[in-house]
C-alpha cells in the first residue's frame, strides 16, 4: 500500500463543545502508534469519532476519517457496521462491560463472526487458534463459561481474540491494560505486541500509560487541549528539542526516559525477561 492506512483529519464534540480541534494523523500498514495525553485531553471522543460510534454518546465528528482510502465520516451507520469489527477492530478498556454477562464465550464468538460471514465452516478452526494465540483454553468447558466465571486477564484476552476474529487491518486498543494487574498488564502488552507483528496488524494505541506505550509503539502523538501537536518516533523521545507538551508527559516517568529506552530495548531483546514489570503499573 503506497498510501496510509488511515488518515483522518476531524474535529469533534457534544452540543456546542468542541474536544477535538482540526486534529491530523496518520497511520500506516503494520505501524504502531500510541496516542496520549492527560485526562481530558479528548482521546476517548477521538476513538469513538474513528469507530463512527460518537452519535451513539450524542457527539458530533465532522472532516474527513479515511481507511484505505474510504470515507467513514459521510457513511450511514449500515455501511459503517459493514466495516467495524472486519476492517477495524476495538480492544476495549473494560472486557467485563464489552461481553454480554448473560451468554457463553463461544455464543459470543459465533455472534461476533456471523456479523460478517454467512458460513461457519471455517468457524472452529479460527477460534481454536486465536484462543490459542492469546494463551486461553480451547475446551468447551471452557467455551460455555459465562464472563462472569472467568478472570479480569482472561476475559481481555477474549476481547483482543474477539477483535482479531476477521483479520482486520486496523486494531484500535483503548487502554487495555487500565483494568488489570501489573503482571497481567504485562502479559497482554506481550501479546499485543507479538500479535501486531506477527499479523502485521496496524495498532492504534490510546493510552495514559505511557510506559506501555513505549514498550508497544513505534510512534507518539500527544494529545493536548483536543489537537495533536507532536509525532515522534520512541526512539527519539529523549530529544531536548522535544515539544513541551511531550516533555511535561515524560517528566512523570517513574526513571528518565533515556533509563526507560534502556530498559525496553533490553527486554525486546531478551535480555531482561522481566520486562518493565515493576514499572507498567505506574500511571501517568
Known amino acids: 500500500m503506497t498510501e496510509a492506512l488511515l488518515k483522518a483529519n476531524l474535529s469533534a464534540g457534544y452540543g456546542k463543545s468542541t474536544v477535538l480541534d482540526n486534529v491530523a494523523l496518520e497511520l500506516w500498514p503494520g505501524e504502531c ?123 481481555q484476552r477474549i476481547t483482543l481474540a474477539m477483535a482479531l476474529l476477521h483479520r482486520p487491518a486496523l486494531l484500535i486498543a483503548d487502554e487495555p491494560t487500565s483494568a488489570l494487574d501489573p503482571v497481567t498488564q504485562v502479559e497482554v502488552l506481550h501479546l499485543l505486541r507479538g500479535i501486531q507483528r506477527e499479523e502485521g496488524v496496524a495498532l492504534l494505541y490510546i493510552s495514559h500509560d505511557l510506559v506501555s506505550v513505549l514498550q508497544l509503539c513505534d510512534c507518539v502523538s500527544v494529545l493536548d487541549r483536543g489537537r495533536i501537536v507532536t509525532r515522534t518516533p520512541v526512539d527519539a523521545l529523549a530529544d531536548p528539542a522535544a515539544h513541551p507538551a511531550l516533555k511535561s508527559l515524560l517528566a512523570t516517568l517513574p526513571v528518565p526516559v533515556a533509563t526507560m529506552l534502556e530498559h525496553v530495548r533490553a527486554a525486546q531483546s531478551g535480555e531482561c525477561r522481566d520486562d518493565l514489570n515493576p514499572l507498567v503499573s505506574r500511571e501517568l
Open 33 to 155: 502508534l500510541g496516542i496520549v495525553g492527560t485526562s481530558g485531553a479528548g482521546k476517548s471522543t477521538l476513538m469513538l469519532a474513528l469507530l463512527g460510534l460518537l452519535p451513539w454518546r450524542g457527539g458530533w465528528a465532522r472532516g474527513e476519517v479515511r481507511l484505505k482510502g474510504r470515507e467513514l465520516l459521510g457513511m450511514k451507520e449500515r455501511e459503517v457496521r459493514c466495516l467495524r469489527g472486519k476492517e477495524i477492530a476495538l480492544v476495549p478498556q473494560s472486557p467485563m462491560s464489552a461481553l454480554n454477562p448473560a451468554v457463553s464465550l463461544r455464543s459470543q464468538f459465533r455472534a461476533a463472526w456471523s456479523a460478517h460471514e454467512s458460513s461457519f465452516a471455517h468457524f472452529d478452526t479460527r477460534l481454536r487458534s486465536l484462543l490459542l494465540r492469546v494463551q486461553l483454553p480451547t475446551d468447551d468447558v471452557f467455551l460455555n463459561r459465562k464472563p462472569g466465571e472467568i478472570s479480569v486477564g482472561q476475559a
